[in-house]
């Protein structure tokens, strides 16, 4: 059990770098990830709602994309850097994220408020 959990305490950088790419590429403009409240933020401090379809309603909203499943984001952004994860109908992405905190990853906690608290960087 304890050869498990520190081979898993080895992968997750791995698995927060993953996490970073896929949310960078669904979020073109998108900067920051602030892991507390699982929004994108832009260089200037701006919630990013992502890119827009023609309708003008966001592609992948902020706050349902964590929710839906894997295999329901583009396959061009997430085999890449997910691969067989990312055609998972169970796995979404704050399950990876919620794992890989459980597996002992330091994650930079914060508010993108006034003073820029540490928050995980995507570019």
């Known amino acids: 059990m304890d050869a498990a959990r520190i081979a898993l305490r080895e992968t997750t950088p791995e698995v927060l770098d993953a996490v970073c790419a896929v949310v ?3 979020f073109p403009d998108g900067k920051y990830l602030c892991v507390n409240t699982l929004t994108v933020h832009t260089a200037e401090g701006r919630r990013t709602v992502g ?3 023609r309708r003008r309603s966001p592609k ?4 349902l994309v964590w929710e839906w499943p894997l295999d329901r984001l583009p396959k061009r952004i997430t085999r ?3 691969g067989v994860h990312a055609d998972s109908k169970k796995r979404t992405l704050k399950g990876l994220l919620k794992q890989a905190r459980r597996a002992g990853a330091e994650i930079p906690w914060g508010d993108v408020g006034r003073h820029y608290a540490p928050r995980l960087r995507l570019r």
């Open 80 to 82: 890449p850097h997910l």
């Open 60 to 63: 992948y909203p902020d706050h």
């Open 51 to 53: 890119p827009l379809d």
């Open 24 to 26: 960078a590429e669904l």
